[in-house]
């Protein structure tokens, strides 16, 4: 059995009061009539898309202002359960072969471009994680393998329910890993302190101190939709006028909020902010996202969790090796990182990205020369003070009675010790901050990515 660098073991509008009310002056119907539309698209994704009350809203000062440049987390989620035997490629390993006749990634050799791309003599990496080297040889990269959720759980729902709840095997947990993490950190506060880039709130940010879902930062303005006439900012200000005289409340309250936020966000002026260093994003949602990600860090609004959704990793048939579905996968998740990477320079020196995924692939290829729902995997960490170029935690091996089930790639770092390594010293959250309900993290038990 080989054991990596590390040797922890680790152990998912009706009126406000009723008919009597006069109605809204004329301007503020003719906004309604046209601003609705943006709004919903824009505004009101800041009240969807909350997972508190508003009032983390109204500390919007450090966006308007400039807040000062702090540490920010990028969780990356690779939704689908990413085959982490083809990421991070156990080359040295003999059974990783004799149980993958058609897909497995062909050891390296020297001269070849479509084989893995030794790290250390046992791993390597995809080949079209290629554009990733270069970091692994600057020792600001490093993976985690055999890596996951302790639970059995071989559903995408259910593991990814309890990977972004960090509850393993728990239904019902209201908030997310990454909430808790906001609310243990001093950072200051901003309206833009948590966001994601997607239309839907994603598991991990539910919770207090509250944060954005944006399907496009751009559109996160009411009075800028392409359908919009020209005298729009007028619109805007009506429609804003409406909003606060025809709702009451925490309504009222969270809509005033939203649009101080999009003031914020207008004022920040994020078209100032594009791709720096030659970087070149994919257009992809992997690409889009972290390029809107690395203008919000660039534009000092007070950043401190981004989040990116990247699908499309259950290669149940026609996986491949190395081309094929999941190769253009990797190309995009690593010309994504790598643009990111090179845009953001030196500020790199404050951020760091986490890659996740529910659950691994079976080690065995299946019939249709895909891989099905496993149980290990492995997770890449990028930047910030990260001791790169490793492969960390403890490789259990491949053979038939080392497997998970006699099937699947078993785990040897919970993902909640990683989560919580990176989390608390990243963001530098005190010592006792319990990100996890029920679980602790001991030291030895993390992967020593810092160390």
């Known amino acids: 059995m080989r ?14 009061h009723g008919s009597a009310c006069a109605p809204p002056p004329a301007r503020a119907v003719r906004a309604e009539a046209i601003g609705r539309r943006a709004f919903v698209k824009a505004g009101a994704l800041a009240l969807v898309g909350l997972a508190a009350p508003p009032p983390f809203l109204l500390r919007t000062a450090g966006a308007e202002q400039g807040a000062a440049r702090g540490r920010v987390l990028v969780a990356v989620f690779q ?5 982490g035997l083809s990421m991070i490629v156990p080359h040295g390993e003999p059974a990783y072969y004799a149980a993958r006749a058609a897909i497995a990634i062909p050891r390296p050799e020297a001269g070849r471009a479509d084989v893995a791309v030794d790290l250390d003599g046992f791993f390597g990496l995809h080949p079209a994680l290629g554009p990733l080297k270069p970091l692994w040889d600057d020792r600001r990269l490093a993976a985690v393998h055999a890596c996951g959720s302790p639970h059995s759980s071989r559903s995408h729902f259910d593991a990814q329910d309890f990977m972004e709840t960090g509850t393993p095997g728990v239904k019902g947990t209201a908030d997310g890993w990454l909430a ?6 001093a950072a200051p506060a901003s309206a833009f302190r948590a966001v994601a880039l997607g239309s839907v709130l994603p598991r991990s940010l539910r919770g207090q101190p509250g944060a954005l879902a944006l399907p496009n930062v751009r559109d996160f303005n009411v009075g800028q939709d392409p359908g919009m006439p020209p005298d729009s900012r007028g619109a805007r200000q009506g429609f804003e006028a409406m909003y606060a005289e025809r709702s009451a409340g925490p309504l009222r309250d969270a809509g005033r909020e ?13 078209e100032r902010f594009p791709p720096s260093n030659g970087a070149r994003y994919p257009r992809s949602r992997t690409g889009e996202g972290l390029r ?5 860090i660039k534009a000092d609004v007070g950043l401190e969790v981004g989040f990116v959704d990247s699908g499309g990793w259950d290669t149940h048939a026609a996986q491949g090796n190395e081309r094929g579905q999941l190769a253009a996968r990797f190309t995009d998740l690593a010309e994504s990182l790598a643009a990111f990477d090179r845009d953001l320079g030196a500020r790199m020196a404050d951020v760091v990205v986490l890659t996740m995924s529910e659950f691994g692939r079976t080690v065995r290829e299946n019939g249709n020369r895909g891989t099905d729902h496993g149980h290990g995997t492995a997770m890449l960490v990028l930047g910030g003070d990260v001791r790169g170029g490793r492969v960390l935690g403890r490789w259990p091996g491949l053979a038939p009675d080392h497997l998970y089930d006699r099937r699947d790639l078993a785990i040897t770092t919970d993902f909640r010790d990683l989560f919580t390594e990176v989390a608390t010293h990243h963001l530098h959250l005190p010592a006792t901050t319990a990100l996890f309900p029920g679980y602790t993290t001991p030291p030895a038990s993390r992967p020593g990515l810092f160390a």
């Open 258 to 270: 939203s649009f101080e936020a999009m003031r914020a966000l207008r004022d920040a002026g994020l």
């Open 292 to 296: 809107q990600i690395a203008q919000l």
């Open 3 to 16: 054991r990596m660098a590390h040797e922890g073991l680790g152990h998912p509008p009706a009126c406000a």
């Open 180 to 185: 808790r993490a906001l609310a243990a950190s």
């Open 79 to 83: 939704r689908g359960a990413v085959d």
